[in-house]
């Protein structure tokens, strides 16, 4: 397995960073699905408002890479610090009762794990382009970081996951 | 011994044979080989075993009978009886009436004559098969009595030779030598007995005729209509018919897989049929016990299948080498929910080619489920048939093809029906659901969702036109004989006799089980104001069925019982009698 | 410009049912997987047929694009196997839970193994009956007691999903965790790009009723072995023995004749006929 400082190019740079906010947009989006079935609509709310947010950064990357030929990469051979995208999060870290803080912890632990990610490959890459870019990258993602603590730190009173007291279902 | 009110008067002309013995004697094959000779010779012919539950060495009989046309049921009593030996004789003696019009002829070697046999009056006679074959080089006792039974019965000693040389050729020249002159032995021993029973011989020539199981007749007709995968698991009486069509499934481009047990065979063909390709499989009760969850889901995911049960003694593994009829009641209602489905079943060894035929076209017509009862009588027989006319079915499987908009594949449609996308159609991909589901298949816990599809699946079979293959119905009289199955042969023969006798009575023997058509059963038995219900169970499940869809006459009659002994058409005529002298 | 292209998203393989999974399953990632692994192969979606039983995890099929089939309990490996015979063409998953698979469908998971048809099973092993309430599976382990069905704990030794697979003789016996999609998408792919029957034990936590599996990414880990995936059975048994079920990787691979259906000379049902003519 490789790492983030070994992305080289430009356009393999784009590549992940393109990948990383459609798998972001894709995993909100799943995510948020799941809050509505689930009928947790505050949650599923912020959700969709983040997969909004990586439309639009997806959107930036791909202006950036209008002019460039990015790489097809298999989903296992990109080089994100783990084997999973930074902004994918973790499965479970989410609960259907889970409040909006904690919704936002989850994406707070995106956007720290991206601002690392871009933060490698800016100190890191051999190649000039690509530290330039990565900086500014990290820059951003490190606004984002900032914005959700702020967001958190008004919201501190609803940290604990509710009790549903009933209890599950029989489906099948 | 079962006692048989027994009306023998005018038994259609045949002859009846059994060859009995045990421990290997050979009589299955002395059987067959009687059959075939017979038919070469131009009678028409019907044989069916009897074993006991031993795969080697146990008792076994091969019951034949001869007529001049197409023998659907085993006669009153038996003319004439080979027997080797003796042991076990009281396990299927039942099987074996006689008269005193009969003749026994016995190896003094296999023991004394039982008392039933001997106290039957019965004539009998000694004959030392065992010990002339010992006489001849590679002699064996079952050719000896082929040889007795071909001179006596005046069938054509050429034809005998030709045909035990075909189907002893693998065993190598001195077999059949030692055959041959067992055959003539036989025959010289025959010429010297003073007894004359000629085989009936039909007018016409032989040409279009046909040997053919019920096993395989049912196998042949599911290759007709079109069947090309097969799963199944191994069980008696079925197995013979998984066998037949296994190489025969390869040789027209389809497949079989022996399964690990009836739950996966069941689900393999529901697979099968998922990906467009017509799919069957086979057993007997026990096997179908197993495979109603699966058929249940074929209901529900309107995925077409033919599910063959050959039904023997139950219940449990009951008496897995004897017939019964008993597995109506499980083939009409032991799916769990409401799952509506065909029940069909032949009414003769001929008629399973087209019965299961019209199995295959109406499970892919109406993509549903189909059951068809077969039993061990017919499935085991081997009948000397007029080759069945070929029967071409128009309607397949309703597809739906690339480009189809919107599709959902359990559209409410006005038949019921509706197009089903085949793995592979591009643009349609859909999943199947054994939940119930909402038209595109998604699940549904909703109650007008359920409602709609439960009318749906219920209304595509109520609303078919299943044309006039739903019964066999003959004759007008004001006595009506409703029966199904293996018991139709026999019924038939019984209202010949006592139309003989001036006694009108018509026969319903029906085909289509389930649904049953009340509005056609009710027209067929107007003006009848007698109803006997025939029948090869304990508990008169048939009659039963039939009391709770249709009104039937306060003069209603059963005449039921259950295996392993078939009805004869000497007691189906007592009964039909009994009110008219 | 894309680098991905819209025929292969694995967006293209998600249909627009929206799953009845609690938030938090792991067969969230086990559904992605599959589709990144299928955009990965760019497999048309209808040359795809992903068979299922019954269970949480036997729902997947109606939250993909691929033909699909959502069958009764324990059978899917069977309705899977005779897609698969009837029509080679198709790549045929099977997917399900450690219930359905290891316990109703037990023995047509050995029988699958055996018959090593070109096919892949993915069971979702959360070692619990979701979709009844929380009762203990196959996979449970002896004294887990939270469940009302058995108080006291099943007794009873956990299935071990690779080691029967093993001696059963699937060709292609693998362990992945839910939690790392593109891992296991790689590992479909591998599986499915096998000829043979492929078998990947995914963990995959089940958030309601064993909240303790939150713990699992911490747990798993790859398997320490330097040479796997071996095509020695003895070895495969070593590794599958000494492991606490938690090693994820590929355990065995062997090349093995794949079961297909004879071909035979073709003959006309009329031929067939004229072995009944006198």
Known sequence: MTDPQDIATKAEFLAHALALEQESVDRYEELADAMDTHNNLEVAGLFRKMAEFGRKHAAEVERLAADSELPTLEPWDFKWADDEGPET?????????????????????????????????????????VRELAGEFTQEEAEHVTLLERWIARHRSDTAIQDDLDPPNIVD | M?????????????????????????????????????????????????????????????????????????????????????????????????????????????????EPIA?????????????????????????????????????KLTNISRIVSRSLATKGEDAVAGAGACIAR??????????????????????DRWTITGNQACGLGALKGGVRFAAGYPITPASEMLEWLAPRLA?????????????????????????????????????????????????????????????????????PTKSEQTDLNIALYGMHGEAPHVVVAPVSVADSIFTVQWAVHLAESLQTAVIVLSDQLMAQSRMVAN???????????????????????????????????????TGLSYTADGLEHDERGTPSTGSQ????????????????????????????????????????????????????????????????????????????????NRVLVVEQTFSRQFYHYLRSQVDLPVCTQCLARPGPLPLSPGEITAMLMADEA | MNPLPDKSHPKVYKSDVKPVWCPGCGDFGVLNAITKALASQRLPP?????????????????????????????????LGAGLKAARPDLNVLVAGGDGDGFSIGGNHFLHACRRNMDMTYIVMDNEVYGMTKGQASPTTAPDWTQSELTPSGTHARPFQPAAIALAAGATFIARAFSGKPNTLAQMIVLAMQHPGFSFIQVLSPCPTFRPEQKDWKNIIRPFAVDALPTGDPALAALHCQRDDGMSTGVIYVEARPVWRRSNMQEVAIEDIEREFRL
């Not at chain 2, 006991?52 to 001869?66: C, D, H, N, T, V």
């Not at chain 2, 079915?393 to 559209?411: L, M, N, S």
């Not at chain 2, 409410?412 to 089903?420: F, P, R, Y």
């Not at chain 2, 009506?480 to 009108?504: D, F, M, N, P, Y």
Request: charged fraction near 20%; include cysteine.
């Open chain 2, 387 to 425: 080759r069945p006319p070929d029967v071409g079915f128009i309607t397949r499987r309703v597809t739906a093809q690339a480009g189809a908009e919107k599709y959902r594949r359990y559209a409410l449609s006005v038949d019921g029906v509706s197009a089903m996308a085949i793995p592979g159609t």
């Open chain 3, 46 to 78: 209808e040359r795809v047929a992903l068979i299922s039983g019954i269970g949480c995890s036997s729902r997947v099929p109606a939250y993909t694009k691929v033909y699909g089939f959502h069958g009764i309990h324990g059978r899917a490996l069977a």
């Open chain 2, 2 to 114: 079962y006692h048989r009110p027994m009306n023998q008067a005018k038994e259609r002309n045949s002859l009846s044979v059994a060859l009995v013995g045990s421990g290997g004697a050979g009589v299955v094959t002395v059987g067959n080989l009687l059959l075939e000779a017979a038919a070469v010779d131009g009678s028409y012919g019907l044989m069916r075993r009897s074993a006991g539950p031993q795969i080697r060495g146990g008792e076994s009989a091969a019951l034949l009978r001869f007529a001049d046309a197409p023998v659907e049921c085993g006669g009153d009593y038996y003319h004439l009886v080979i027997a080797f030996d003796w042991r076990h004789a009281e396990r299927f003696i039942d099987e074996i009436p006689l008269t005193a019009a009969s003749w026994v002829l016995h190896d003094p070697a296999g023991g004394d004559v039982p």
């Open chain 1, 89 to 129: 999060g973790d499965y479970a870290d989410i609960d259907y009762m889970m409040s909006p803080v904690q919704a936002m912890q989850f994406a707070l632990a995106n956007e720290k794990r991206s601002r690392d990610f871009y933060g490698l490959v800016a100190s890191h890459s051999p190649n000039q382009t």
């Open chain 2, 449 to 528: 969702d359920h409602l709609q599809q439960l009318e749906k699946r219920a209304a595509k079979l109520s609303g078919f036109d299943y044309g006039e293959h739903w019964a066999d119905i003959e004759g007008h009289g004001s006595i009506a004989v409703l029966t199904w199955g293996s018991c139709t042969g026999a019924v038939k023969e019984a209202i010949r006799r006592v139309a003989e006798q001036g006694v009108a009575v018509r026969l319903i023997a029906l085909r289509l089980l389930a649904p049953l058509c009340t509005q056609r059963l009710n027209q067929a038995l107007e003006g009848a």
């Open chain 2, 119 to 155: 106290g039957s009056g019965a004539r009998l006679m000694p004959i030392e098969m065992q010990t002339q074959a010992r006489e001849i080089e590679y002699g064996r006792a079952n050719m000896i009595a082929l040889g007795l039974v071909s001179s006596i019965t005046g069938l």
């Open chain 2, 186 to 207: 036989g025959a010289d021993i025959g010429r010297s007995l003073d007894i004359e029973l000629p085989i009936p011989i039909a007018q016409g020539g032989v040409d």
């Open chain 2, 251 to 319: 040789k027209t481009g389809g497949c079989l897989i022996q399964a690990e047990d009836e739950l996966a065979a069941v689900n393999m063909i529901v697979g099968a049929s998922y990906g467009g390709v017509p799919a069957m499989t086979v057993t007997s009760g026990p096997g179908l016990a197993l495979m109603t969850e699966g058929i249940g889901l074929a209901v529900a995911s309107e995925t077409p299948i033919v599910v063959i049960d050959v039904m023997r003694g139950g219940p449990s593994t009951g008496i």
